[in-house]
T-cell receptor, first 113, second 114 residues
Framework: EAQVTQNPRYLITVTGKKLTVTCSQN?????MSWYRQDPGLGLRQIYY???????DKGDVPEGYKVSRKEKRNFPLILESPSPNQTSLYFC????????????FGAGTRLSVL | SQQGEEDPQALSIQEGENATMNCSYK?????LQWYRQNSGRGLVHLIL?????REKHSGRLRVTLDTSKKSSSLLITASRAADTASYFC??????????????FGQGTRLTINP
């Protein structure tokens, strides 16, 4: 089954404790992206990747890191989480080019205390 | 940066009625997409309309695009309780060909009352 898998689905952590949210897709997509969704602010892009070893900042990259060592994986790293990073996070993947439909994971709800 | 903006922010109708949501955007686009999100879940792609198309249908969905007004509308006919969700438009931001960035609006929250 074609899918984007995020783990964990729910996470409660404390300020400053490094964490990684994993994202994996099985559709051989070149493009992958991380978004955060906050009430009243909609979806905002954190980072995206056009292919292996190619990543770029989105609209709200501060406090986040990503890597793309393999085509299927695109982990999101919070080196020192802060309460303002409490949010609902989504990973998405898609093909490059004109047909840029994106496929989303189920989401990771993160609370930073 | 906000590209697509949906209107209204919330819409509540009776089951069986039609629901219309609008999206406005600011820059030139290659295509515009609509997505649905059930509460707290991932977004699901509904339909894509290219900049040279004016109307597209998919089942009970009808999307129109007016590039002169930089606006799009999504019509859901004969609504069902299962259509209760948030609906987002997304534009490709008009960047160079091959660039992938989609910019999402804040969404319309649709509630279908039985």
């Amino acid at each position: 089954e074609a899918q984007v898998t995020q783990n964990p689905r729910y996470l409660i952590t404390v300020t400053g404790k490094k964490l990684t949210v994993t994202c994996s897709q099985n559709m051989n997509h070149e493009y992958m992206s991380w978004y955060r969704q906050d009430p009243g602010l909609g979806l905002r892009q954190i980072y995206y990747s056009m292919n292996v070893e190619v990543t770029d900042k989105g609209d709200v990259p501060e406090g986040y890191k990503v890597s793309r060592k393999e085509k299927r994986n695109f982990p999101l790293i919070l080196e020192s989480p802060s309460p303002n990073q409490t949010s609902l996070y989504f990973c998405a993947s898609g093909r490059t080019g004109r047909n840029n439909i994106q496929y989303f994971g189920a989401g990771t709800r993160l609370s930073v205390l | 940066s906000q590209q697509g903006e949906e209107d209204p922010q919330a819409l509540s109708i009776q089951e069986g009625e039609n629901a219309t949501m609008n999206c406005s955007y600011k820059t030139s686009i290659n295509n515009l997409q609509w997505y649905r999100q059930n509460s707290g879940r991932g977004l699901v792609h509904l339909i894509l309309i290219r900049s040279n198309e004016r109307e597209k249908h998919s089942g009970r969905l009808r999307v129109t695009l007016d590039t002169s007004k930089k606006s799009s509308s999504l019509l859901i006919t004969a609504s069902r309780a299962a259509d209760t969700a948030s609906y987002f438009c997304a534009t490709d931001g008009g960047r160079i060909q091959g660039a992938q960035k989609l910019v999402f609006g804040q969404g319309t929250r649709l509630t279908i009352n039985p």
